[in-house]
Each structure stands twice: as C-alpha cells, then as structure tokens.
C-alpha cells in the first residue's frame, strides 16, 4: 500500500476530482490534494470552504474488499490518521469526537467526507475526502468558538501543508491496513479511545426518538459508542441519526 500523490492548484473538489477519475480505473490509493477547491462539500450536503490556500484539502481512493455496511468505520480511521498527524509533527495532543471530529485544544480542526461508490450490491469504490485548517488566522463568528487552525495552536511555528498531507495519508494506511484484517476496529480500538474526549463522563446524546444523558464508555470494535445510562444499561449508539454533545456545550 503506498500513496500516489496528485496536487491541482485550483478544483471544485477533490472527491469529485477522484470520481472522475475513477470512471477512467484510476490507482488505489491515488490522493488528489488541491490548493483551492471552488466547490468543496460537507456532510449533509453542506458547503465546506477552502477557497484560498490556507487549508489541506486532500482526498484518496480505495478499492476495499468490504461490506457495504462496514465501510463507514473508515471514517473514524481518518479521524485518527488526522490526530497522529497534529501529535507527530507538531507535538500537538488531538483529541476526537465521536465519530469523526478532531479536535486540538477542545476545537474542530478538520473535516471528513467519505462516500461510498456502490457497484452490483458491493463496494464499488471509496473516497475519504478530508479538509484540515492550516494557516486560518481567524473564522466566521458562527463557529469561531469551535473552529482552530494548526497555525492558531501552534504559537507563531507555521504548519506545511504537504507535511500536514503526507503524514495523515501515512497514518491512514497504517490503520486501514490493520482494519482490512477483521473489517473492523479490534486492532486498533485502543489508539482511538485513547484519544476519545469525555470517556468516563456525562454526555447528551441527540437521538431524533428522544434525547437523554449517559456515561461515555468509549467506542466498541463496530465503531459505536457505548454509554451507561442512570438505570445502569449500556445502550450502543450508532453514527448517523444521533449525534452525542458533552453537557457544556459542543465538546
Ligand atoms: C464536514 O462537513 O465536516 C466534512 C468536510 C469535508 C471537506 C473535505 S475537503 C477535501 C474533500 N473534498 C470535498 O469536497 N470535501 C472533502
């Protein structure tokens, strides 16, 4: 497993860039990473922004041999490859959210797009798109309370951006590597509830069937997290749907 890298100056994005290609058979493995992206997306149909070059925004295609079901636990091994990264290169401590938020001193530093190409009932082919602010200096108000960039945290040292690409998509293969043995996250559950915030503490979990307040416990090898509600049951909760808030707000 080795990383082609492929650098675009300008693109609308860098997973629909790989779509592209794909329809031309284009290697495994190959990332596409562009200066700015006229049309990046979020989740949810979101618009995500990185029109200048103040942000990595990189993407890679895999042909994984899994089931369709399985395929979302990518996700949180881009989280993780992202968090190596910020610790390795720059002796940040990152954090993450479940499922997928990273977070550098209790604010989001990136962000993670994977979708799933489906062909004949399987996997077709995969592209983890990921968005990490380097150089911001400042955000919108709306989420300034929640947004950092690695420069911001990095007290007057600049972060590189190819630095930044090279170590994330190194860490990735790492973890996809030892999550293709069993399609799931036993090898490598430990490095991520390591790095869960608010393991051991209260959490509202957003269920749309009705929200409630739990204990963390950290995630299983499926990729749930598990939490501990008053009456002493563990309940798993599944991404999608629900999304799990600390009690004091985002983190
Ligand atoms: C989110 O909503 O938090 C996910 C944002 C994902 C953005 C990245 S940037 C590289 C890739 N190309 C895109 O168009 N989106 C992803």
């Given at each position: 497993?080795?990383?082609?890298?492929?650098?675009?100056?300008?693109?609308?994005?860098?997973?629909n860039?790989?779509?592209?290609?794909?329809?031309?058979?284009?290697?495994?493995?190959?990332?596409?990473?562009?200066?700015?992206?006229?049309?990046?997306?979020?989740?949810?149909?979101?618009?995500?922004?990185?029109?200048?070059?103040?942000?990595v925004?990189?993407?890679?295609?895999?042909?994984?041999?899994?089931?369709?079901e399985?395929v979302?636990?990518?996700?949180?091994?881009a989280?993780?490859?992202?968090?190596a990264?910020?610790?390795?290169?720059?002796?940040?401590s990152?954090?993450?959210k479940?499922?997928?938020?990273?977070?550098v001193?209790?604010k989001?530093?990136?962000?993670?797009?994977?979708?799933?190409?489906?062909?004949?009932?399987?996997?077709?082919?995969?592209?983890?798109?990921?968005?990490?602010?380097?150089?911001?200096?400042?955000?919108?108000?709306?989420?300034?309370?929640?947004?950092?960039?690695?420069?911001?945290?990095?007290?007057?040292?600049?972060a590189?951006?190819?630095?930044?690409?090279e170590?994330?998509?190194?860490?990735?293969?790492?973890?996809?590597?030892?999550?293709?043995?069993?399609e799931?996250?036993?090898g490598?559950?430990?490095?991520?509830?390591a790095?869960?915030?608010n393991v051991?503490?209260?959490?509202?979990?957003?269920d749309?069937?009705?929200?409630?307040?739990?204990?963390?416990?950290?995630?299983?090898?499926?990729?749930?997290?598990?939490?501990?509600t008053?009456?002493?049951?563990?309940?798993?909760?599944d991404?999608?749907?629900?999304?799990?808030?600390g009690?004091?707000?985002?983190v």
């Amino acid at each position: 497993m080795q990383a082609k890298y492929i650098y675009l100056p300008v693109i609308d994005s860098t997973n629909n860039e790989l779509k592209r290609r794909a329809e031309e058979a284009v290697e495994e493995f190959t990332v596409i990473s562009a200066g700015q992206q006229t049309g990046g997306r979020g989740r949810s149909g979101h618009v995500w922004k990185s029109p200048s070059h103040d942000s990595v925004s990189t993407s890679m295609i895999l042909y994984p041999k899994a089931s369709v079901e399985h395929v979302s636990r990518l996700t949180l091994i881009a989280a993780m490859a992202v968090a190596a990264m910020a610790e390795e290169l720059y002796g940040l401590s990152a954090e993450i959210k479940w499922p997928n938020d990273v977070l550098v001193h209790k604010k989001k530093v990136c962000g993670i797009l994977t979708e799933m190409i489906p062909k004949d009932g399987e996997v077709g082919y995969v592209i983890v798109g990921i968005g990490v602010n380097v150089h911001q200096t400042g955000f919108p108000e709306d989420i300034a309370a929640m947004a950092t960039s690695l420069d911001l945290e990095l007290d007057g040292r600049k972060a590189s951006r190819q630095a930044v690409t090279e170590s994330i998509w190194t860490n990735f293969l790492r973890l996809y590597k030892e999550f293709m043995l069993t399609e799931d996250l036993s090898g490598i559950l430990e490095e991520y509830n390591a790095r869960l915030v608010n393991v051991g503490q209260e959490v509202r979990i957003l269920d749309p069937l009705g929200e409630y307040t739990a204990i963390s416990q950290g995630i299983d090898a499926t990729g749930a997290l598990l939490v501990k509600t008053g009456s002493g049951e563990i309940k798993r909760v599944d991404s999608g749907e629900v999304s799990v808030r600390g009690i004091y707000g985002y983190v």
